[in-house]
């Protein structure tokens, strides 16, 4: 290091960088199923986690730090909305007395000067509560207009995680919830040409997670779960990111193909998130009237395929943490980032057998 240069590390600074170069990713904790058996063994027909012994729930909060300027006065302002406050202090080191906050408001015990900064470690509230328009897509699919993130990349909207109501407000009632997933609904009630719909709830926030390949040379250099692993993942050490984590990537997209038998009006496809249905087509010709529904499963609604049937759809990879002890990196009291192996969760990933498939409660699920 040439004479004379001072590097700071600082947790902000990591934090940037991740948010600069990641990408968009639904952050799923992992539970394990109440299934599971004694001796381990998750039951092949469960209808909570399709016998793969896990369970996943989106996280709703997670951990900032981030440097603030000051106009002076005693309020400061975070770019996040704010849950929880850990601690704020200046540049030398002095704490600050936070006297209330709300939003991405803090209000402080003594003023700053114009032109300071402070840093704040606080707690993110992932949530947001809303009231929208509901958008008729018809065959029981209403879209929710959720404002959505705008970047130079794309755009991006939370994912319902809660449905307080859906009314249609020209009839004055409420229509039944089937399921809900992303910023869509599935109900059993149609509405009419021009009837207006409200919808409520609560949405979850995506994060940002920094995720790249491995090289064979990684491979060959560095034993264990990395032998395993197909992709790496950076992130901020204040995360409590976990073994059997999932991570679905918003942005990224990949088509897949595969083979079906349905005895029913819903098929479970081997994906956990797909992007866009391609195509459909059994002996007789092109199914029409498919449509995505749960995030994963193929509902016909005009003509069930007879026997077994050929897909064509794009799809969101997942991949899920393999392990639980991340790459430490601690020195000087200071938060490192994180980096931890993952590998492909979609059941047709290389290396992954491709699962069979049973009849459960009228609809065929693969397992």
Same mark, same amino acid.
């Given at each position: 290091?040439?004479?004379?240069?001072?590097?700071?590390? %600082?947790?902000?600074?990591y934090e940037?960088?991740i948010?600069?170069?990641?990408?968009?990713?639904?952050?799923?904790q992992s539970l394990?199923c109440?299934?599971?058996n004694?001796d381990g063994?998750?039951?092949?027909?469960c209808y909570?986690c399709?016998?793969?012994g896990?369970?996943?729930?989106?996280?709703?909060?997670?951990?900032?730090v981030e440097?603030?300027?000051?106009?002076?006065?005693v309020e400061?302002n975070?770019?996040y909305?704010?849950?929880a406050i850990?601690?704020?202090w200046?540049?030398?080191?002095?704490a600050?007395t936070?006297?209330?906050?709300?939003?991405?408001t803090i209000?402080?015990?003594?003023?700053?000067p114009?032109?300071?900064?402070?840093?704040?470690d606080y707690?993110?509230?992932l949530l947001?509560v809303f009231?929208?328009?509901?958008v008729?897509e018809g065959r029981g699919?209403?879209?929710?207009?959720l404002a959505?993130?705008?970047?130079?990349e794309g755009?991006?909207?939370g994912?319902?995680i809660?449905?307080t109501?859906?009314?249609?407000?020209?009839q004055?009632?409420?229509m039944e919830?089937?399921?809900?997933?992303e910023d869509?609904?599935l109900?059993?009630?149609?509405p009419e040409?021009?009837?207006?719909?409200?919808v409520?709830g609560?949405?979850?926030d995506?994060?940002k997670?920094? @995720?790249?390949?491995?090289t064979q040379k990684?491979r060959?250099?560095?034993?264990?779960?990395?032998?395993?692993?197909?992709?790496?993942m950076?992130f901020?050490g204040?995360?409590?990111v976990g073994s059997g984590?999932?991570?679905?990537?918003?942005?990224?997209s990949?088509?897949?193909?595969g083979?079906?038998?349905?005895k029913?009006? @819903?098929y479970?496809?081997?994906?956990? %998130?797909i992007?866009?249905l391609?195509?459909v087509r059994?002996?007789?010709?092109t199914?029409t009237?498919?449509q995505?529904?749960?995030?994963?499963?193929?509902?016909?609604?005009?003509r069930k395929p007879?026997?077994?049937f050929s897909?064509n759809?794009a799809?969101?990879?997942?991949?899920?943490i393999?392990?639980s002890?991340?790459s430490l990196r601690?020195?000087?009291?200071k938060v490192?980032p994180k980096?931890?192996y993952?590998?492909r969760?979609?059941?047709?990933?290389?290396?992954?057998?491709?699962l069979?498939?049973?009849?459960?409660?009228?609809f065929?699920?693969?397992?």
């Open positions: 290091m040439p004479q004379g240069v001072s590097i700071e590390a %600082h947790p902000v600074y940037d960088a948010e600069r170069h990641g990408q968009y990713s639904r952050w799923y394990p109440w299934c599971i004694q063994y998750a039951e092949p027909k909570y399709s016998g793969r896990r369970i996943f729930s989106p996280f709703t909060v997670r951990r900032r440097k603030v300027f000051s106009f002076g006065g400061i975070t770019t909305k704010i849950r850990h601690k704020v200046t540049g030398d080191g002095t600050l936070v006297s209330s906050f709300t939003g991405t209000t402080l015990d003594s003023s700053l114009r032109g300071a900064y402070a840093t704040v707690d993110q509230d947001s009231t929208v328009a509901g008729w699919v209403i879209r929710a207009s959505p993130i705008l970047t130079d755009t991006f909207t994912q319902i809660e449905l109501s859906v009314r249609n407000t020209t004055d009632e409420g919830v089937v399921a809900f997933w869509r609904i109900t059993s009630d149609i040409d021009g009837d207006e719909i409200e409520k609560t949405t979850v995506p994060v997670m920094l @995720v790249t390949d491995l990684q060959l250099e560095t034993m264990g779960n990395l032998q395993d692993a197909e992709a790496s950076t901020p204040y995360l409590p984590d999932m991570i679905t990537l918003l942005k990224a990949q088509r897949s193909s083979v079906g038998t349905s029913s009006n @819903v479970q496809l081997p994906y956990f %998130h992007d866009e391609i195509e059994d002996e007789i010709g199914l009237g498919c995505i529904v749960r995030n994963n499963q193929l509902q016909f609604t005009e007879e026997g077994r897909y759809l799809y969101h990879p997942s991949f899920s393999i392990n002890l991340p601690y020195g000087g009291d490192f980096r931890v993952l590998k969760y979609d059941m047709m990933s290389p290396g992954m057998k491709q069979k498939s049973v009849e459960k409660d009228g065929e699920e693969t397992f």
